[in-house]
């Protein structure tokens, strides 16, 4: 049988000591773990596992590459959230929304030196940093992008970057050696607060993505002044291709796929960075109430 994606060799640990696990007969991707003991109200508990993915074609799914080109999100073992209605143990489905649980990440990535990266979280590693800024600089100074849409050869050195951030429900991260990368800011209208914008594009619509930054400001500035202060440090947008529809967001950071013209990636930009409150913040079921979701911020977005 040939598997377009998996995620194997789990191996579930509590408290480092194995306990059973049970597939689902109907959902190949889900499973539950026996407890050895009860968790009582008030203790908690480390669960642990291993795990190795296959990664996709990007054309196919939201998760994927398209050559050298990588779109990582929904990688890793995800907990089930659990409210006043009970599990809520979802399948990933290709254009499926997410019910996901809030929590701290601290992910270090491991790759080609000469990758760029945009990923969910605050860059940990200055040397990268540096190398950001200063390929951002390069960018603004010139505009003279080709056509050339060909990857380089990837360098034989690689770099390990580390990302940390608290208070989000998931992680994505997204590499292409072929990047522009240009900064941004934004004030934020009640706190005064600065925050880091990334765009991150290829020479695919370099001639729409060398505006993004204002789009972005925008988003950020008006969704904060209408509903509330953006809440963490950054948000990136990535040009990318995966089979998202417009595009797709994750905590940080955002995919958009091809636009035809500079109001349609604007109209994109805006709505995925929008999702950051709805259901970003919000963390509302958007496979029951998906209103909450798009409904909510397709209007604020419109506005």
């Not at 089930?80 to 996901?100: I, N, R, T």
């Not at 360098?155 to 998931?170: F, R, S």
């Not at 060398?210 to 953006?230: N, Q, R, T």
């Amino acid at each position: 049988m040939l598997f377009r994606s998996y995620i194997d060799s789990l191996s579930f640990k509590v408290n480092n000591q194995v306990v059973e696990v049970i597939y689902d007969s109907v959902n190949i991707d889900i499973c539950k773990i026996i407890l050895n003991q009860p968790l009582k109200p008030g203790d908690s508990i480390n669960i642990s596992t291993p795990f190795r993915v296959k990664i996709p074609s990007a054309k196919i799914s939201r998760f994927g590459h398209i050559d050298n080109a990588y779109y990582i999100t929904q990688w890793y073992p995800k907990p089930a959230v659990f409210d006043q209605y009970g599990w809520h143990a979802m399948p990933y489905l290709e254009q499926g929304e997410y019910y996901s649980e809030f929590g701290s990440f601290d992910v270090s990535i491991t790759l080609p030196k000469n990758y760029v990266v945009g990923a969910t979280g605050d860059l940990q590693n200055e040397s990268e940093l540096e190398w950001l800024n200063m390929k951002a600089e390069n960018d603004k100074k010139s505009y003279a992008y080709t056509d050339d849409k060909s990857f380089p050869p990837s360098d034989t050195e690689t770099k390990t970057l580390n990302y940390k951030q608290n208070n989000v429900h998931d992680f994505a991260w997204f590499a292409d050696k072929r990047f522009h990368v240009l900064k941004g800011e934004v004030e934020l209208p009640h706190t005064n607060k600065k925050i880091t914008l990334w765009s991150m594009f290829t020479n695919t619509s370099a001639s729409l993505w060398k505006h993004s930054l204002e789009y972005m400001h925008d988003a950020a500035y008006y969704y904060s002044l209408w509903i509330g202060d953006y809440p963490y440090n950054q948000i990136t947008c990535i040009d990318g291709t995966s089979a998202t529809g417009g595009g797709m967001e994750y905590p940080n950071i955002t995919i958009i796929n091809s636009s035809s013209d500079a109001y349609e990636l604007e109209t994109v930009i805006m709505h995925e960075i929008g999702h950051n409150w709805f259901y970003g913040i919000l963390g509302s079921n958007e496979r029951m109430h998906g209103w909450m979701d798009e409904g909510i911020n397709t209007f604020y977005e419109q506005r």
